[in-house]
């Protein structure tokens, strides 16, 4: 079963950053939509961000606009998720996704698009 790998999570101050990086053992991620999510205590699911297979769009929750910037690296195969002025309530396990279909050339934060998921890595907030 395919499954992608989170790392880059942990503990972090208020105000500060985190770069979360997601690798794809096995599969190639370029030109399919990717996204990360995320899931706090209590809470659903929630859409963070997205990229297009193409590289060209991108879409991110109102949450964390200006301050969260997803990526991906094709030749290394790799997905990211650049996190600034980071918040409590931005306290969560985070996972990334990859939409295993052609991309229409624009991506969505609906998980139900996503069909491969990562195991979660946990981003603290918190002084």
């Known amino acids: 079963q395919l499954q992608l790998v989170e790392s880059g999570g942990g503990l972090v101050q208020p105000g500060g950053s985190l770069r979360l990086s997601c690798a794809a053992p096995?599969?190639?991620?370029?030109?399919?939509?990717i996204a990360w999510f995320r899931q706090a205590p209590g809470k659903e699911r929630e859409g963070v961000s997205c990229?297009?297979?193409?590289?060209?769009?991108?879409a991110a929750a109102d949450s964390v606009k200006g301050r969260f910037f997803i990526s991906r690296d094709t030749a290394k195969n790799m997905m990211y998720l650049q996190m600034r002025g980071l918040k409590p309530e931005d306290t969560a396990v985070y996972y990334c996704?990859?939409?295993?279909?052609?991309?229409?050339?624009?991506?969505?934060?609906?998980?139900?698009?996503?069909?491969?998921w990562g195991q979660g890595i946990q981003v603290t907030v918190s002084s």
């Open positions: 990229i297009s297979g193409t590289g060209v769009f991108r």
């Open positions: 096995g599969l190639t991620m370029d030109a399919y939509d």
């Open positions: 996704a990859v939409d295993w279909e052609p991309s229409s050339g624009f991506c969505t934060v609906d998980a139900g698009h996503y069909n491969i």
